[in-house]
């Protein structure tokens, strides 16, 4: 026989002291740690407990008692319930002061260092601005309902989301019409999932399914995205089986502009963009103005994906090298060279972590270095950065606590922090997105 679970303590009123780096408050009555959703710094929450743990304990907010001046009314009716953001109760300047204490943090933390001086903080809208997301679809048997949404908060169901804030509105504001047209298919109970894709222009969304589609079904979901001008991707299988169904003809491209480079980037829906474009129009400029970059100048640009720092540093610079670990990425790189008549630049498809002996790149002399890894960090590319001779080295990263660790390496090997940042690249979330300058 299993061991019956103890029971819960009642609900009751906690102070919160901080906030975790997962946005939940922290309150420590008796001496244990308490995580609290919904609640913040210098609150009195009345909270019911969710789980109990040996070390710490979980709870979320029933009623905020004494409210902090920082709280605000979330933009998004399903705040409370949907986990694809956690802080709409934060005041947008209070997220931004946050994130920028989490970056102070990890690089005190792991690396012992501390920049010369910190950059005004980049930001953007606050609402509308996801250009890409993967929602979860599920049909509801009991309900005979078909959900679309994020997973809801602590747990693996989907939310019921009629709308969503912070995605492209024309996407954002058409969930609850998305999920009565699922509703309708044959195959309601196999599509798991709908990713969307955005450019400046159109939106595509891309419809996994796990059998073949009726030919009804997909009537249907044409017909759906040709009345909103979208582009109909199907995936019956892995990511190499997404075809488009609607247009019947021209590329199968999204396209973003970068106006301060004069440059069109073109991109198929699965392909890695940054999800704020906004963000990213600003990010690029501010990285060649750290980086200094000029007409004489041999540039790398590590991690480069399709080109998006590698063609505006391309503008500026005699030449410049990206290197990526995806083929297909590096074969997108190209093509958005061509699509905007630059020549002076090189792609390398290369697994960064690994030994690069052998790379014609990696033993060539650059005056600059862009790196914009993934959240694992670069580490193994820091002894590689330090043989190229670049003067001046930009970080970009979507990690504080690898850009932390890889700064220390960085400076073991003859650079100083001269400056950081953060760019508000995921509003209402946790994630922190910064930017650092190296120089020797």
Request: neutral net charge.
């Amino acid at each position: 026989m299993m061991p019956r679970r103890k029971p819960l303590p009642p609900s009751r009123e906690l102070v919160v002291e901080t906030l975790s780096h997962d946005g939940r408050g922290i309150a420590r009555p008796d001496g244990k740690t308490t995580f609290i959703d919904g609640a913040l710094p210098g609150e009195t929450v009345l909270c019911k407990y969710t789980m109990q743990r040996g070390k710490f304990d979980e709870a979320r907010t029933l009623e905020v008692k004494v409210a902090s001046e920082h709280r605000v009314t979330p933009p998004c009716s399903h705040a409370d319930r949907c986990g694809g953001c956690s802080l709409q109760h934060l005041d947008s300047d209070e997220q931004v002061h946050l994130k920028q204490s989490m970056l102070e943090e990890q690089l005190r933390h792991f690396g012992g260092l501390a920049p010369q001086r910190w950059l005004e903080p980049l930001r953007g809208p606050v609402t509308g601005y996801r250009s890409k997301a993967r929602l979860g679809v599920k049909y509801v048997e009991a309900r005979e309902q078909v959900l679309v949404g994020f997973r809801e908060k602590r747990n693996s169901f989907i939310a019921a989301l009629d709308q969503c804030s912070v995605l492209v509105p024309s996407v954002g504001k058409s969930l609850r019409v998305l999920a009565e047209l699922m509703a309708t298919l044959d195959g309601k109970r196999r599509i798991p999932q709908i990713e969307v894709a955005a450019g400046d222009e159109d939106v595509a969304l891309i419809f996994r399914h796990l059998d073949p589609l009726s030919g009804a079904d997909q009537d249907k979901l044409v017909g759906f995205c040709q009345s909103r001008g979208w582009h109909c991707y199907l995936q019956p299988g892995n990511e190499q089986s997404v075809h488009r169904v609607w247009p019947t003809d021209g590329e199968q491209r999204l396209t973003y502009e970068h106006p301060s480079a004069d440059l069109e980037m073109a991109f198929h829906p699965t392909d890695f963009t940054q999800v704020n474009g906004e963000i990213n129009r600003a990010m690029v400029p501010l990285a060649l103005e750290l980086l200094d970059v000029q007409a004489e100048h041999r540039v790398l640009d590590l991690f480069c994906g399709l080109g998006n720092f590698t063609l505006p540093l391309a503008r500026r610079a005699a030449h410049v090298s990206g290197v990526e670990g995806s083929q297909a990425m590096v074969e997108r790189g190209y093509e958005n060279a061509r699509r905007n008549s630059l020549s002076n630049v090189d792609f390398y498809a290369f697994d960064l972590t690994k030994d690069v002996a052998g790379q014609s790149w990696a033993t060539a002399r650059y005056d600059r270095v862009l790196v914009d890894p993934p959240r694992t960090g670069a580490l193994e590319m820091m002894p590689v950065l330090a043989k190229t001779g670049a003067q001046k080295v930009v970080y970009v990263s979507c990690n504080p606590a690898t850009l932390a660790r890889d700064a220390g390496e960085l400076v073991k090997h003859g650079y100083r922090l001269v400056a950081a940042g953060v760019m508000d690249m995921f509003p209402h979330t946790t994630h922190v997105e910064s930017i650092a300058l190296f120089e020797r």
